[in-house]
């Protein structure tokens, strides 16, 4: 069972980048993205289940970024846009089986990929 994260990058303010994360072993039936800054506790970003059903945001990134999910692919994506350099950090995928209420809390996530760096400077 694997999670595979890409898509991470330097840039400016305002700009735009998209994360994918690719499972492999197994098939998930939730996602999530979750990200931690240096010095700061890992925190929820977003989370969709691959039916479409169901998916949640954090407020700080309600309509700047937009998860979706490729059920074919078992493959979940984030586009970011208008980034700020607070959202610098290294962004996190999760996955799991089922969904759950508990989506916000990385504890509740079973399965993590690699992490990839996302930097919003000018």
């Known amino acids: 069972v694997q999670l595979q994260a890409s898509g991470g990058g330097l840039v400016q303010p305002g700009g735009s980048l998209r994360l994918s994360c690719a499972g492999s072993?197994?098939?998930?039936?939730?996602y999530a993205w979750f990200r931690q800054a240096p010095g700061e506790e890992r925190e929820f970003v977003a989370a969709v289940d691959m039916s479409g059903a169901r998916i949640r945001y954090a407020d700080f990134v309600k309509g700047r970024f937009t998860i979706s999910r490729d059920k074919g692919k078992n493959t979940a994506l984030l586009q970011m846009n208008s980034l700020k350099p607070e959202d610098s950090a290294l962004y996190y995928c999760?996955?799991?089986?089922?969904?759950?209420?508990?989506?916000?809390?990385?504890?509740?996530?079973?399965?993590w990929g690699q992490g990839t760096q996302v930097t919003v400077s000018s």
């Open positions: 072993g197994r098939t998930f039936g939730s």
């Open positions: 999760a996955a799991r089986l089922y969904w759950t209420v508990g989506y916000y809390s990385s504890s509740q996530w079973d399965n």
